[in-house]
């Protein structure tokens, strides 16, 4: 993020701040323009990094029906309302030949996470790049997302979670069953 790019952000916040009858200049306020804008950097580090940097050190292997990298726990922000949202995803992979360091799955989801966003389409970039990097026989991912929009606010359904599914290429219904039934989505 620019400099300029962090001033638009502290100005648009005292903007909002004086539109919800704020003050900002009061004590608590005062630093909270910079720290939004600090923030959404975070936020959306995403943006600025690469799944296929992560996926590009894979190690020739054989030996696996399935890799199976359970419940990495994320958190991203919607884009219809500037929530977050979180929770954990699921990835399965059928390896062709190579695989990828466990850590570097983690970092994919966090680089899809990183960004203004919604669940399916998070969904759906892990799969597709994890299957166009890896060149796997197929790849299965799956997201429980938490959404603070359903829970802090409008229809406030607490504790309800949504979970989303990709597959591509070929994915036996055995780990598919065995994900979902693992993670109780069989209750």
Do not use: W
């Not at 916040?13 to 975070?42: C, F, H, S, W, Y």
């Amino acid at each position: 993020m620019t400099q300029d790019d962090k001033l638009k952000i502290e100005n648009a916040v005292r903007d909002i701040l004086q539109a919800i009858g704020e003050n900002p200049e009061r004590d608590g306020l005062k630093e909270t323009p910079d720290r939004v804008a600090r923030m959404l950097e975070e936020l959306t580090s995403g943006y600025h990094d690469d799944a296929k940097v992560h996926l590009a050190k894979t190690f020739d292997e054989i030996g696996s029906d399935a890799v199976i990298e359970k419940d990495i726990h994320f958190s991203s922000t919607c884009e219809h309302h500037l929530m977050p949202f979180f929770g954990k995803v699921h990835i399965a992979y059928i390896p062709d030949g190579k695989v990828v360091g466990l850590s570097k799955l983690a970092r994919v989801v966090d680089v899809y996470a990183r960004r203004l966003q919604l669940q399916e389409r998070m969904n759906a970039e892990i799969a597709d790049a994890i299957f166009d990097v890896l060149s796997p026989k197929g790849v299965f991912v799956v997201v429980e997302g938490e959404h603070t929009c359903m829970t802090a606010r409008g229809v406030k359904k607490f504790g309800s979670k949504t979970v989303t599914s990709a597959t591509r290429g070929e994915m036996p219904d055995s780990v598919k069953a065995m994900l979902f039934s693992q993670n109780g989505m069989n209750d």
